[in-house]
């Protein structure tokens, strides 16, 4: 017989919810009181802002006896009678404060006892230490900036939660600090890249079109939308590659753009269907000048946030000091599988040797050489032990998959391209750019038939007009693509690309 007094885990969630509905109620009457006492917080429009939290702590020998005025959230309070401790959060963390019913008078000090976690507050009043060596604010003057109606968790961590708090990512930032570094140190990544790109290369950030008739630059599926007014079909940008390259045509020799692309694929730990990309393009400089800008850019990066050039991410240790090891996919996959590819001259022969080896022959049957190097590398390389713990850069990547890069003068049937992984994730994608545009449009001819004939759904798209800005003439241009959320991932050490994105894209709950 179970005993009368355990209570389901379902029966105790509606008692908290009761809970919370009784509190939430009662705060809607104490505002209703404020209402009714002329105190009504909403309608105060602003507060002179003099210091924060850190500032505080961190120049307390400058500061102490002096008066500052603050704002805040109240995270904690505790009222003792005549007097009373609480603590404010404002944008750089939390700091104690001390309030006298004798300072702030009869009246006022009942007001605060009827305060609850969460409401903001303004105050002005003198730096000081306690007994105990905390640095502390002695309010003077207390204002009610604002009610809280919700009624914030006592925890706010742990697996069961983590959907809430990437739904309401506002409480998320409220309740823990090191989410709050997070984004502030992702703030720090961004700087730092527009940072090296402008002042030690020169580049000037550009902007261009999110909504594009052709969704070119990437092998992707893109997301469609169409326009009302005019009545045709449009499509989110996978890539930023395209407009930047015709902006190298126009003689911008160096250009950039941090921006959102969005692609309509699956989700996982370091996939999201919106993500911040960072391109850009070099006239005159081609794959060995965009090897140079990712170190760069890693490595600083991870000096601005951590200040040391070893990224440290679950519990393993990559050091990003420049240069890096290199790569080659072809030898790779012949030194992992046995097949020898240098040998393999015809599309029929590697058809023939990966079915041996133990691919699909239907979807083999299709492939080109380049193809099946590349589709074998994915298999049965990409999670070889230690192969892409770099950083290393990966190179030599067949030109069936690289239809906007150069052929290798050495070998025709490669690229002068470049993956940049570490942890075994790719983090860059980089050519010495194809300029020919005969070569062009015959890729993108291959590309749109294998797309029209359903071998390869994200397949590139005939794109005329850019081939047209290719024969107006495109200087010898080195390009680069890096994934800004994967890269904030590895230097703040967070474990899914959501924990790095302000607001992921979340599947809408029942009520909503």
Not at 53 to 75: P, W
Not at 300 to 310: E, T, Y
Not at 367 to 395: H, S
Not at 484 to 509: C, E, G, H, N, Y
Request: with cysteine; aromatic share 8%.
């Amino acid at each position: 017989m179970s005993n009368p007094e355990e209570k389901t885990e379902a029966a105790v969630d509606v008692e908290d919810e009761q809970k919370l509905s009784e509190q939430r109620q009662i705060r809607r009457e104490k505002l209703q009181a404020l209402i009714d006492a002329d105190r009504n917080p909403y309608v105060i429009e602003t507060w002179d802002v003099t210091a924060h939290s850190q500032d505080v702590k961190e120049n307390f020998d400058a500061l102490e006896n002096e008066e500052v005025s603050m704002a805040g959230r109240i995270m904690s309070k505790r009222v003792m009678g005549k007097a009373s401790f609480f603590h404010i959060l404002d944008k750089q963390g939390q700091i104690q404060c001390y309030v006298q019913r004798d300072d702030i008078g009869q009246e006022e000090y009942q007001w605060f006892k009827k305060y609850d976690i969460g409401d903001i507050v303004g105050f002005r009043g003198f730096v000081f230490k306690t007994k105990t060596g905390e640095i502390s604010i002695h309010v003077k003057k207390l204002v009610l900036l604002v009610k809280s109606l919700q009624v914030l968790p006592e925890k706010w961590n742990g697996l069961r939660d983590m959907d809430l708090r990437y739904r309401q990512r506002y409480v998320d930032l409220i309740m823990n600090e090191d989410v709050r570094k997070t984004f502030r140190d992702r703030a720090k990544i961004l700087s730092t890249v527009r940072k090296v790109l402008e002042d030690d290369y020169g580049f000037l950030e550009v902007e261009t079109p999110v909504l594009q008739t052709i969704a070119g630059g990437a092998n992707a599926r893109p997301f469609n939308t169409h326009h009302n007014a005019l009545d045709f079909d449009l499509r989110l940008r996978i890539s930023l590659e395209l407009e930047l390259k015709r902006l190298i045509v126009g003689g911008l020799d160096r250009v950039y753009e941090m921006g959102k692309v969005f692609r309509n694929e699956g989700m996982d730990k370091n996939h999201s269907p919106e993500f911040t990309s960072m391109e850009c393009y070099m006239a005159y400089g081609n794959l060995e000048s965009m090897e140079e800008l990712m170190e760069q850019i890693t490595y600083k990066c991870a000096m601005a946030v951590n200040g040391s050039p070893i990224i440290k991410y679950e519990g393993k240790e990559f050091d990003v000091t420049p240069p890096w090891k290199k790569i080659d996919m072809t030898e790779t996959v012949s030194e992992i599988t046995g097949i020898d590819f240098s040998k393999i001259v015809t599309d029929e022969e590697a058809r023939e040797a990966a079915i041996k080896y133990g691919m699909d022959p239907g979807e083999v049957k299709e492939w080109t050489r380049g193809k099946i190097i590349a589709e074998m590398f994915d298999d049965y390389c990409e999670d070889y032990p230690g192969l892409l713990d770099g950083p290393v850069f990966l190179t030599g990547h067949p030109v069936d998959i690289s239809p906007l890069a150069k052929k290798d003068p050495a070998d025709k049937r490669i690229t002068r391209r470049f993956e940049a992984y570490i942890n075994g994730w790719e983090l860059s994608n980089a050519f010495s750019e194809l300029n020919d545009p005969i070569d062009q449009y015959e890729r993108f001819a291959e590309q749109q038939r294998e797309l029209d004939l359903g071998i390869d759904d994200e397949a590139h798209p005939m794109d005329k007009d850019f081939v047209n800005a290719l024969e107006v003439g495109m200087p010898p241009t080195g390009g680069i693509g890096i994934g800004i959320d994967r890269l904030v991932m590895l230097i703040t050490d967070s474990a899914t690309i959501r924990d790095v994105q302000l607001f992921p894209v979340m599947k809408p709950l029942a009520d909503e």
